[in-house]
C-alpha cells in the first residue's frame, strides 16, 4: 500500500500563488506515476497534471498549461503542484494521486492511490 497526504491549500486572492505538497511514504517503489486531480462543487473530478516517478515527462490539462508546474523530489518521495495566477474558478478540493503503472496519465480509472484532499479557495 502507498499512503498520500497532501498538504499547502488554502485561502488565496484572484492572481496569488500556492504550492501544494504529496508526501508519499509505504511502498514508494511501486509508483510509477503520481499526479493530481480536483473537484469543484457540483463538478466531476478533472485531471490538473501528473509525472512520470522517472524521468522528465510531464503532463497537463491543456486548460492549465503555462500557470501550473508539477515537480518532484524523489529523495524525500515527494511531489508538488506550483499554481500561479489563480483564478476563482480554480477553487476545489485537490487530491494527490499515484499508479502502480499508467499509460494516459490523466484518468481516473488510471490511479490506484488517492489522497485525502486539499481545500484551495480563491477569492474574488
Known amino acids: 500500500q502507498v499512503q498520500l497526504v497532501e498538504s499547502g491549500g488554502g485561502l488565496v486572492q484572484d492572481g496569488g500563488s500556492l504550492r501544494l505538497s504529496c508526501a508519499a511514504s509505504?511502498?514508494?517503489?511501486?509508483?510509477?506515476?503520481m499526479g493530481w486531480f480536483r473537484q469543484a462543487p457540483g463538478k466531476e473530478r478533472e485531471f490538473v497534471a501528473a509525472?512520470?516517478?522517472?524521468?522528465?515527462?510531464?503532463y497537463y490539462a491543456d486548460s492549465l498549461k503555462g500557470r501550473f508546474t508539477i515537480s518532484r523530489d524523489n529523495a524525500k518521495n515527494t511531489m508538488y503542484l506550483q499554481m500561479n495566477s489563480l483564478k476563482p474558478e480554480d477553487t476545489a478540493v485537490y487530491y494527490c494521486?499515484?499508479?502502480?503503472?499508467?499509460?494516459?496519465?490523466?484518468?481516473?480509472?488510471?490511479?490506484?492511490?488517492w489522497g485525502q484532499g486539499t481545500q484551495v479557495t480563491v477569492s474574488s
Open positions: 509505504g511502498r514508494t517503489y511501486s509508483i510509477s506515476a
Open positions: 509525472l512520470r516517478w522517472s524521468g522528465d515527462s510531464t
Open positions: 494521486v499515484a499508479a502502480r503503472s499508467s499509460s494516459y496519465y490523466r484518468y481516473v480509472w488510471e490511479y490506484d492511490y
